[in-house]
């Protein structure tokens, strides 16, 4: 089974320019969840997506921040513009719920690590 | 409330050594607890879990204690090896909805000396 797709990898910018990310979850995985990981610190959930609609944007700053599921695959995070401290790494993360287990497991993908000059 | 609060920030043990690492929760509401193990350069995955009915789950080396009067919850790594050297975090959610959004702890980096 294929695990959580992410592109770029790294990506550098100066602050105030424009960023965007690229998640594809695991095939059938019907939310997707994009955290922000800042070095030294546990992912914190900026968005969660159930299929293509909104489930919990309540940490993400929306005045600079934005993300969308289109047809409830495939995901974009965007960040305009950027701040120094914006610089960490974005996570992208899917999950299937088990019924009759009461937990959803979450796999991650390996991330975007951005640098914010 | 929505806290998870995870000690020690960092451990070295010796290689054959037991690990521990610990972690206190305030949102009685929560009611899964996961570990998730991360290298460097890759996402966190999932290690083992467990949910407040059981005081204990064991998964090879991996054990997660469970005290939920206290509110708290521990990973023990028996037998640690070098492999093991990695940061983990623990986790806790309101798991028994499709919708749970997982509260991080701040993260232990683990080293395992040979």
């Known amino acids: 089974e294929a695990g959580v797709a992410q592109s770029p990898r790294y990506k550098i910018i100066e602050k105030r320019q424009s960023v965007a990310f690229w998640c594809n979850p695991i095939s059938g995985h019907a939310t997707l969840y994009w955290y922000q990981q800042i070095l030294g610190q546990g992912p914190k959930l900026l968005i969660q997506?159930?299929?293509?609609?909104?489930?919990?944007d309540s940490q993400l700053p929306k005045d600079r921040f934005s993300a969308e599921r289109l047809k409830g695959v495939d995901s974009t995070l965007k960040i305009q513009p950027a701040k120094l401290e914006d610089s960490a790494v974005y996570l992208c993360a899917s999950s299937f719920y088990i019924a009759g287990e009461g937990y959803n497991e979450q796999f991650f993908g390996p991330g975007t690590r951005l640098t914010v000059l | 409330q929505q806290q998870v609060k995870q000690s020690p920030q960092s451990l070295i043990v010796q290689k054959g050594g037991i690990s521990i690492i610990n972690c206190a929760y305030e949102?009685?509401?929560?009611?899964?607890f996961p570990w998730y193990q991360q290298f460097p350069g890759k996402g966190p995955a999932l290690l083992i879990a467990i949910r407040p009915d059981v005081s204990e789950k064991k998964e090879g080396r991996f054990t997660i204690s469970f005290n939920k009067s206290a509110k708290q919850f521990s990973l023990h790594i028996m037998d640690s090896q070098p492999g093991d050297s990695a940061t983990y975090f623990c986790a806790a959610s309101k798991g028994s909805s499709n919708t749970g959004k997982l509260i991080f702890g701040q993260g232990t980096t683990l080293q395992v000396k040979p």
């Open positions: 997506f159930q299929n293509n609609g909104v489930v919990d």
């Open positions: 949102n009685t509401a929560f009611d899964y």
